[in-house]
């Protein structure tokens, strides 16, 4: 599936996941030192470093469907851990978060507040409910696009996981160099929540309750990420590509709607996907030549 083996096992994701920590690690000792809320996160990095290598090291020795499957498909597993985990680092830069500029960002471009009057004039519970259902599916939506390609297309599989990666954790550098919370941890008591409506809104606030945090915000990687994943699906699988374009529709509107993000962040999110998507791009062959180089 590699196409050629590497030095250890070693590929382009665990590269960019290893350099993600690095910078992080680095960007934790400097703005925060060695202290108790610093120490957790250094320690779980060098944890996760040693499940990399062995990783790496049983899909060299063995190298087998099992071993390529969790190789290619671990680092996406990760992805909750380091979104959570800018909650923390987003403290270092800004003493507060920045929800008071992006609010009246909103204000200047609407002459409202989208993520308040859009659920108070659609206040109808099928409609609720049908965003709620919207904005459950983006969490299906990335180990689904890894799934499509590791048994549909195999070859492309380790190059399309990494731009995912590699987008997803660009986003959260950004969500560290300018944290913003979000309406719903802004607003104040009842303006942040939206009723419940059915099965999809209490399956969403329970995600939201163990797996959101006031970060990332701005801007809505959930619109970001999907743009990306639409392209890829447009460029490769036709039929999942009008599979997940109503499901954008909904989550455009959902992120608004349940008051995930500001109207700004979706906009932003729009804009930001091509240049995430470019960067994750341009970063694969620098990455695939190195690890030849060492091979």
């Known amino acids: 599936m590699g196409g050629y083996r590497r030095l250890g096992g070693i590929k382009s994701t665990d590269v960019a996941i290893v350099l993600y920590m690095v910078i992080t690690a680095l960007f934790m000792v400097i703005f925060g030192g060695f202290q108790n809320e ?3 996160p250094l320690a779980i990095r060098v944890v996760v470093l040693l499940l990399i290598w062995v990783i790496c090291f049983c899909d060299t020795k063995w190298d087998n469907g099992i071993t390529r499957f969790i190789h290619l498909l671990y680092p996406v597993l990760l992805l909750s851990y380091f979104y959570g985990e800018t909650d923390v680092l987003n403290n270092y830069i800004f003493s507060s978060y920045l929800d008071p500029i992006v609010y009246k960002w909103d204000q200047w ?25 919207g904005y459950f599916s983006y969490y299906l939506l990335t180990i689904g696009i890894s799934l499509i390609f590791y048994f549909f297309k195999p070859r492309l599989a380790e190059k ?18 300018f944290p913003v919370a979000g309406p719903q941890y802004y607003l104040a008591f009842p303006l942040n929540e939206v009723p419940d409506s059915g099965i999809f809104s209490r399956m969403v606030k329970l995600i939201q309750y163990y797996g959101e945090h006031p970060t990332g915000a701005f801007p809505s990687s ?3 990420m999907v743009v990306i994943f639409l392209y890829l699906s447009f460029k490769y699988f036709r039929w999942a590509f009008f599979i ?8 455009i509107l959902a992120t608004v709607y349940i008051k995930a993000h500001y109207a700004i962040d979706v906009i932003v999110g729009l804009l930001s ?11 694969y062959p620098i990455f695939e030549k190195k690890l030849k180089m060492y091979s």
Do not use: D, M, R
């Not at 099928?126 to 259902?133: A, D, K, P, R």
């Not at 997803?168 to 969500?175: G, M």
């Not at 996907?273 to 970063?283: K, M, R």
């Open 38 to 40: 610093t120490f957790l």
């Open 109 to 133: 471009i609407f002459g409202f507040q989208p993520c308040i009057e859009f659920s108070i004039y659609f206040p109808k519970l099928w409609f609720s409910e049908l965003l709620y259902f």
């Open 160 to 177: 399309v996981i990494f731009l995912i990666i590699t987008s997803f954790l660009t986003y959260y550098i950004l969500f560290v160099v």
């Open 222 to 224: 959930h619109v970001g």
């Open 244 to 251: 997940i374009l109503p499901l954008f529709v909904l989550i």
């Open 273 to 283: 996907a091509p240049i995430v998507y470019f960067i994750s791009n341009s970063l």
